[in-house]
């Protein structure tokens, strides 16, 4: 077998973009999902305490 025939599915995988957009897909949706569960840790206390005052403020003013 020649050098050029071996070669060849090598130089056509680097050629084809394919592989590459999979992979840039795949790091962009890893990046979205680290964003929204990171933001979701740090800032779901903060949101939770803010509806539990929002909560006792409402409750108060009808007196329950």
Same mark, same amino acid.
């Not at 050098?3 to 949706?29: M, N, S, W």
């Not at 999902?33 to 206390?45: M, N």
């Given at each position: 077998?020649?050098?050029l025939?071996r *070669? ?12 590459a *957009? ?5 790091v ?5 999902l680290? *964003? ?20 006792d ?7 329950s």
């Amino acid at each position: 077998m020649s050098l050029l025939k071996r *070669t060849q599915p090598i130089i056509r995988f680097l050629v084809e973009e394919d592989g590459a *957009t999979a992979v840039e897909y795949a790091v962009l949706i890893a990046l979205i999902l680290g *964003t929204l569960i990171g933001s979701a840790l740090l800032l779901g206390p903060a949101v939770d305490g803010s509806f539990k005052e929002s909560s006792d403020a409402i409750s108060g003013a009808f007196g329950s």
